[in-house]
């Protein structure tokens, strides 16, 4: 039997629990935050695990868990970090001919004059969006300079911090009436999908949007599958907005969660199978 790692005890360990062992794949809990970790006597075995799913969201702690355990990844570091860099992720994109939407990252601090130049490129409003946050926290959206500046002066409050690790936000045109959704690829082939609908402008899960499972069209599969090739991520979540003719790739997630199975194509709990035992054996699919 393998033993997979999983970092987060959440809807996703409770689905892959239930669904991987008649596959011989056990999932157990890596925890790694919200606790003392004794370096010179871990809580793990180093044989414990034979292969992890996700890298643990906690660098930090994720980088001893590394250290002591010492397992390939589906999803390692790098790729962890490079998702959660909103900005690099785009330019990537941008760089492959992936459509994105219009973007400026913003690296503080910055003057009023170039924030103010900032705002004008665009037609209002305009969404402004930490670089490195999930879930949708703290974005916003500005219907005006004055309303734009307040949002900057509040997020560079925040950057005074010595502390605050990313001094970057993301000012993004503002798609109307888009219809979102998440695409997920396993080792580079389109699984399934969901479109989230949420009550305003907002339409992240976490924040109480709905999720529904839904076919996406040829083309839709095609971008999202190219958009994992290209960040050569193995496990990835692809959120597109359509607004009218147009389709955008907005973010994607190397994290994304694993829920309920009419979410996904026949066969996605077979293909992750595959996935996961391809890293054990430190291949890929």
């Known amino acids: 039997m393998l033993r997979l790692a999983v970092a987060t005890r959440a809807e996703t360990f409770e689905r892959l629990e239930a669904t991987l062992a008649d596959r011989g794949i056990e999932v157990g809990h890596l925890r790694t935050d919200e606790r003392t970790l004794a370096l010179s006597d871990p809580p793990w075995a180093p044989e414990e695990f034979d292969v992890g799913l996700v ?11 590394d250290a002591l355990l010492s397992i390939p990844w589906v999803n390692g570091r790098e790729s962890v ?8 992720t785009l330019a990537r994109l941008a760089r492959a001919d992936v459509p994105i939407p219009e973007s400026v990252l913003v690296s503080n601090p910055v003057s009023r004059e170039e924030l103010a130049a900032t705002f004008e490129r665009f037609d209002p409003p305009v969404v402004v969006k930490p670089n490195s946050t999930t879930r949708g926290v703290g974005i916003a959206r500005a219907e005006e300079l004055d309303s734009f500046l307040g949002i900057c002066d509040h ?20 798609l109307p009436d888009a219809r979102d ?28 949007a709905s999720a529904t499972g839904v076919a996406l069209s040829e083309e839709h599969r095609t971008l999202a599958e190219r958009v994992a090739a290209t960040l ?51 291949q890929r699919l």
């Open 155 to 174: 997020l560079g409050l925040i950057h005074d911090f010595r502390a605050t690790g990313d001094k970057s936000f993301l000012v993004q045109e503002f």
């Open 81 to 88: 970090l490079a998702s959660r860099n909103k900005a690099e």
């Open 232 to 282: 050569d991520i193995d496990f990835l979540g692809v959120d597109l907005l359509v607004s009218g003719e147009r389709t955008v790739v907005s973010e994607t997630n190397a994290r994304p969660t694993v829920d309920d199975a009419s979410k996904y194509e026949p066969g996605f709990d077979r293909r992750l199978a595959e996935l996961v035992r391809a890293h054990a054996r430190g």
């Open 181 to 208: 959704y998440r695409a997920m690829v396993l080792g580079g082939e389109y699984v399934g999908a969901v479109e989230r609908r949420g009550e305003g402008w907002k339409h992240n899960v976490h924040a109480g």
């Open 55 to 65: 890298y643990p969201p906690r660098l930090m702690e994720g980088g001893v868990a």
